[in-house]
C-alpha cells in the first residue's frame, strides 16, 4: 500500500491536462492496434480495453475516489471503448473509414474523462461546468445506446436475447446518468427504481420491435431514441423541471423516429 501511495504521490505531480493527453493518446493508439485484427480477437481485446480503460481513467482523475465513484466515474469511458470498438467491424476495414473512427474515438474518449473529472470535483465548485459535463455526457449515453443496439441486433438473436440484452443495457447506462443527477456516494433507491423502469420498458420496446422487418440501424435507431426519451424525461422529472413543453418535445423526437420506422418496413 505504501508503494501503491508513493507512486500515487508523482503521478499527482502531473498536471492533470497532461494526465488526460497521455491517457487519450494510449487509448486512441490501442484502439488504432486493433482495428487491423480480425474480429475474432475480441476475446483478447475487449478485456484488455476494460483494464487498460479503467486504470487509465483512474490515472487521469487520481483525487478523492470513493465508495460509488468507483462505478459513476469509470463506467461511460469504459463502455465508450467497448462500444466503439465492436461498432468499428460493422464498416469495412480500410484507411478511409479507420481515419475518422479513430479521430472521433480519441475526441470522444478525452470528453469522458473530462466529465468523469468534473463529475469528481463536484457540483458546488462550478454549476455551470457541470451541466456542461452532463449535456456531453447526456449525449454519449445516445451515441453508446445507438452502437450497443447496433450491435446486438446484428448478431441476429433471438427475440428474447434482444429483449433481454436491451434491457440490460438500459439498466446500466440509465443508473449512471441518473447517478450523475445527484452525485451520491451510495446508492438511492429512486436510482435503481427509475434505471429498472427504463431496462423494463427498453426489453419491451426491443421485444415488439423484434417482429418487425427492419434493417439493423433502424432497430437501433428505434431503442435509442427509446433511451433518449425515457431518461430525458425521468431526469426533467427528478430535476423537477418537467414542463408540458418538455414532455412534447422528447414524445416529438420518437414520434419522428417511429414515422422513419413504419417508412422502413419491408413487408
Not at 6 to 25: E, G, M, Q, V
Not at 113 to 136: D, H, M, P, T, W
Request: charged share 10%.
Amino acid at each position: 500500500m505504501g508503494r501503491f501511495n508513493h507512486f500515487r504521490n508523482k503521478f499527482l505531480r502531473i498536471d492533470k491536462r497532461y494526465r488526460f493527453a497521455i491517457s487519450t493518446i494510449i487509448l486512441t493508439f490501442l484502439m488504432l492496434v486493433s482495428t487491423f485484427f480480425p474480429f475474432y480477437f475480441w476475446i483478447l481485446f475487449v478485456p484488455i480495453f476494460i483494464l487498460v480503460t479503467y486504470a487509465l481513467t483512474y490515472f487521469s482523475i487520481l483525487e478523492d475516489i470513493e465508495h460509488l465513484e468507483w462505478f459513476g466515474l469509470f463506467v461511460m469511458p469504459v463502455l465508450v471503448t467497448v462500444a466503439f470498438y465492436f461498432f468499428y467491424f460493422l464498416f469495412p476495414g480500410r484507411w478511409l473509414t479507420r481515419i475518422p473512427f479513430i479521430s472521433l474515438y480519441g475526441i470522444s474518449i478525452y470528453a469522458m474523462l473530462l466529465c468523469s473529472n468534473i463529475f469528481n470535483v463536484g457540483v458546488e465548485k462550478s454549476l455551470q461546468l457541470y451541466r456542461a459535463a452532463f449535456s456531453v455526457n447526456f449525449f454519449y449515453h445516445a451515441i453508446v445506446s445507438f452502437f450497443l443496439f447496433n450491435i446486438l441486433f446484428s448478431l441476429q438473436q433471438l427475440f428474447l436475447v434482444n429483449a433481454v440484452a436491451s434491457g440490460a443495457v438500459g439498466f446500466v447506462l440509465g443508473l449512471h446518468l441518473f447517478w450523475t443527477i445527484k452525485l451520491n456516494l451510495q446508492w438511492e433507491r429512486e436510482v435503481v427504481q427509475y434505471a429498472t423502469l427504463v431496462a423494463v420498458i427498453l426489453a419491451e420496446l426491443a421485444l415488439i420491435i423484434s417482429f418487425l422487418p427492419l434493417k439493423i440501424p433502424i432497430y437501433a435507431l428505434v431503442l435509442a431514441a427509446g433511451y433518449y426519451c425515457l431518461v430525458g424525461l425521468i431526469y426533467h422529472y427528478i430535476d423537477q423541471r418537467l414542463f408540458k413543453e418538455t414532455i412534447r418535445e422528447y414524445l416529438t423526437v420518437f414520434g419522428f423516429v417511429g414515422i422513419i420506422a413504419i417508412l422502413s418496413l419491408n413487408w
